[in-house]
């Protein structure tokens, strides 16, 4: 009776742990899922996938090559990116339509045209770009295919860097320093180097050496 239990016992201990065997892991564990699309990574996972060595995140080829967010695929010439920036610049996308000013301003696909360029960034900082007032900034004050106009170009960039642009931040400290106002020119050096503007902390550090600037302003920076 106990060779006949003990195989009986055996039998249903091979029997409960291929109950375990075969009623786990009917889904795939989530280190086979994207990290951006959230969907399992097709099989077999190493021609459908790579991995990204900054992060060690396991990313699939669709994510690699398209956007991560609207999954269309990234183009691969000038021409491809013009339209796609077009057709955003269409819906009133305002950081498509600075992107088109950028490309009017710099030549870039488009034939040259400041003025063009000009309008597009004011309709895009309308609209709440901030790169665009940055653009716009830079364009007046050192007067580069329109009427120069430090007052206008320092006003543009004052209203970005009061929503965080840093290099906005960083000329309109180098318009207070150019002007003499060391104290001015230091706070705003300060708040943008805090934002890891390295280029501001060594504006500091010169104007320290310079004797327009004070240690502890340095060390606060």
């Known amino acids: 009776h106990r060779k006949q239990h003990k195989k009986a016992c055996k039998q249903r201990a091979a029997e409960l742990k291929d109950d375990q065997l075969y009623s786990q892991g009917h889904e795939r564990p989530e280190g086979e899922f994207c990290p951006i699309c959230a969907l399992p990574t097709p099989l077999p996972k190493e021609d459908h996938s790579v991995i990204e060595v900054c992060c060690m995140k396991k990313i699939c080829n669709g994510c690699n090559l398209a956007c991560a967010f609207c999954r269309t695929p990234c183009p691969d010439n000038d021409a491809d990116v013009l339209a796609m920036v077009q057709a955003r610049v269409a819906k009133n996308d305002p950081e498509a339509i600075q992107m088109l ?69 960083f000329n309109v400290g180098c318009h207070d320093l150019h002007k003499g106002n060391h104290d001015r020119a230091v706070r705003h050096f300060q708040i943008s180097a805090k934002m890891g503007h390295k280029i501001s902390l060594d504006a500091i550090k010169k104007m320290l050496m310079a004797g327009v600037a004070t240690k502890e302003q340095y060390t606060q920076a």
């Open 101 to 169: 000013g950028q490309k009017y301003f710099y030549g870039l696909g488009l034939q040259k045209d400041v003025r063009r360029a000009v309008e597009l960034w004011t309709e895009a900082a309308e609209l709440g770009s901030i790169e665009a007032l940055n653009s716009l900034g830079g364009t007046y004050y050192s007067g580069n295919g329109v009427q120069q106009d430090k007052a206008k170009g320092v006003e543009f960039w004052t209203k970005a860097a009061m929503q965080g642009h840093v290099e906005s931040r």
